[in-house]
């Protein structure tokens, strides 16, 4: 899981770890600094993998633009192979442009 610093808190990390669920997120640098003030009973910095959590940006900005087309971002399809359907035609038609 990849998120951002709005869930980098203690409880969620240690809900993530009892699930088994290998996370990527930022901490915050509030939670950096108490941490360190703590001292040695502060704990060990979070695992942070920063190439992962770059690459997330790419999705993000993905679906951003899919949601530029209007019938994909208030869903008008009911049916969910045909909204499939015009996500994959509004993904074919970003990636014609972007050639």
Known sequence: MIADKAYSSRGFRAYLRRRGIVHTIP??????MHRRNRGRRGGRPT???GETYRRRNTVE???NQLKGFRGIATRYEKTATSYEAAVTLASILLWARSI
């Open 61 to 63: 900005r993905c679906f």
């Open 27 to 32: 901490e915050k640098n509030d939670q950096k």
């Open 47 to 49: 695992g942070f993998d």
